[in-house]
């Protein structure tokens, strides 16, 4: 008995105190490769950061579906190559009708890619169905496929999100590949930006594409193992629903204005963990200093660490006006997130500084009915003094800052394009309520407010480690 008892105390103790430390180790591990100052020198590629003055088209998709019917013409369009890659691609009816239209262009001799990453928490476009695509002719690759024994390596994602036709024509935003990117879920959708770009620039998306498709981070999708698992082919044909989506998409012809941007550069993170090979925060961290006179912001998750709250600072106290959208607990498909931000409502009493909540509710965008009840905005964007947009995947967040690969747009001296953008924030904006820097913000009340009890109570719960574990969200 006394040794039966001895190994249950050693157990108990591993177990309340061991593990509790270790993984306190690591997470400070992380933390402190997240933060530390790069003294050597970064790696540099041609393509990670490129600027034109050469006359670029621009258009803004705003509305889900009319992005997925862009995405499609642009896919059909295509008569040499097709470059794809994000960090979601689910198994659902937008992701059939998508796949299927690559593989239909692979049979006619494009070159067709994709590239996903390989979270494992939001993981689908597994090995099975990679193998149906290969069959196909599309090549398929992953993104870092680091397992938990590499728990430092693993936190480094891609989050980039990019297609490119014929090396001529891009889209990047804020779209995973899912229904609920594109307006299609009965369940939950983002309201997401997406920036169509016609020009040479769009070559180098395409260069920064290889970069990361040839990098020590990509492994073939042949070799990555998924046992004998199984699941809906996406090749089949096409359900009568989705034969009848694919109709109303191919008749879908979007016309959002468009505009000449004559001063583009887009911007990347280098391949690989480490905090030398960001740059993307440091391309927005010079226009947030360049600033003049206001800068509105739209980001799903607003997580501000204290180097965050102090560039914010130095900003407003020059006199720039300074407002964020983000998600309520309501309308957030993250609740950690808001539990980060409602811990840094204090110190946002700022002067010149506004955040908003987005409220939940569907915004009436085209004559679709809209597909759910329940929405929350997922673009990330900025305009910079009505004349220069931002427009890409990083969001407000210290992840973004220090562990994913990002990219962005930057179109400065381009008021059409910057009116537009104003035109759509104001539009969610309006259907937001205010939860720092007005008269009638509402704080903490308003950032619950028609929430779920379920939900309050696990932003609650895990409210206590949200600034511990800021530096992961």
Known sequence: MRRVARWIGIALLVLLVGVPVVFAVAFLGIQEASERQWLGKAPQHAAIGVRSHQPHTVSLLDVGFDSLATRLHMIESAKQSIELEFFIYEIDEASRVITQALARKAAEGVKVRIL????????????????????????????????????????????????????????????????????????????????KIEGEVAASIVDSFELYWNSDWVTKSQDVSDGDAAGPDLLTPPSAEEQALSAELARHLPSPGSSTCNDIEFVTDY????????????????????????????????????????LLSSVVQRGVKLRFLTNTLQSTDAFYAVASLTDTLPRLQLPNLEVWGYDGRPLKQNDRAPASSRWGVHAKRAVFDDRTVVIGTYNMDPRSANLNSELIVICRNNPTLA????????????????????????????????ADRDTIFQMRMVRPFASFLDFLL
């Open 271 to 310: 391949p690989g963990s480490g905090v030398e090979k960001r740059k993307v925060f440091t391309a927005i961290s010079g226009l947030v200093k360049e600033a003049k006179s206001h800068i509105t912001v739209e980001s799903p998750y607003l997580v501000l660490r204290e180097d965050g709250i102090g």
């Open 419 to 450: 009116a537009t953008m104003s035109k759509s924030l104001q539009a969610r904006l309006a259907q937001s309520r205010p939860i720092v820097g007005t008269p009638t913000a509402g704080g903490y009340e308003a950032l619950i407010q028609d």
């Open 116 to 195: 996903v990453d390989f979270a494992r928490p939001v993981f689908k476009l597994a090995p099975h169905y990679a193998r149906t695509l290969e069959a196909a002719g599309v090549q398929v690759r992953y993104y870092n496929t680091s397992g938990i024994a590499r728990f430092f390596a693993a936190q480094h994602r891609t989050h980039r999100k990019l297609l490119v036709v014929d090396r001529r024509t891009a889209i990047i935003g804020g779209r995973n590949i899912g229904d609920d990117y594109f307006d299609l879920s009965n369940h939950y959708n983002f309201l997401d930006s997406d920036l």
